[in-house]
């Protein structure tokens, strides 16, 4: 369990994503959001303490369950004040990264941060998911955006048999799982690696069990 942001800082360069020109987009990411949370409520003022753990590597676990080679969309839902999609995009430049959402202030600032942080492959969808034009998509992530039902009714339509799906749920990972009716074979619940309560629930349409960490 990562628990400090000591931790947090050295567990993201030792994946080998995290090249210096990574670790420097998040830099300016962490920068640009904790002035632009003093404008806008984006995260809880008390999380900026622990920015890199409780945010950017919270974000960053996501990416060791992606093969590497995958080269499809990621399509981040509801990607708010930039989790995971703008920690994503700044690990994977080269991946078009779509962060969907449907705020006025927070597509701008998601926007704004995306063109600081030289993101160019990436693109802020700033509509509601449910009127966004159905493409395919290699993974879709989604942290704190609906329960998992609708989550999955929502957005099945981007989904092939191949696309990864990973929705960090927190504490309640299991039991969402548990109460699904349709599709619950076809996921699992992973330890989160920020907090021992949390989990991320894994998986693709066919059940087919995807890259482990
Ligand atoms: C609780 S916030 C989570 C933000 C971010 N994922 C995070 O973990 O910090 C949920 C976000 O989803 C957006 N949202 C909710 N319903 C949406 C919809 N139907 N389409 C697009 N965005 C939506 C909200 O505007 C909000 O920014």
Wanted: charged share 25%.
């Amino acid at each position: 369990m990562i628990t400090t942001e000591d931790e947090a800082r050295a567990w993201l360069r030792a994946l080998p994503e995290c090249d210096d020109a990574a670790m420097t987009r998040l830099e300016r990411l962490v920068d640009l959001l904790v002035e632009e949370n003093q404008r806008q409520n984006l995260v809880s003022a008390g999380s900026l303490d622990q920015v890199w753990l409780r945010h950017i590597v919270d974000s960053a676990q996501l990416l060791p369950h992606v093969p590497r080679e995958t080269s499809l969309p990621w399509m981040d839902l509801g990607t708010g004040a930039g989790f995971p999609g703008l920690v994503i995009a700044a690990l994977r430049p080269e991946l078009e990264v779509l962060m969907v959402e449907s705020r006025t202030r927070r597509i701008e600032w998601l926007d704004r941060a995306r063109i600081a942080m030289g993101l160019e492959r990436s693109r802020i969808v700033g509509q509601r998911l449910e009127m966004v034009e159905t493409c395919q998509v290699g993974v879709i992530s989604a942290r704190a955006f609906a329960p998992l039902d609708r989550l999955l009714t929502l957005s099945a339509r981007f989904s092939t048999s191949d696309t990864i799906w990973l929705l960090p749920k927190g504490r309640s990972a299991q039991q969402e799982l548990d109460d699904l009716r349709k599709w619950r074979h076809v996921f699992h619940v992973e330890q989160s690696l920020t907090d021992p309560q949390a989990g991320i629930i894994v998986g693709n349409l066919t059940g087919r069990k995807g890259k482990t960490k």
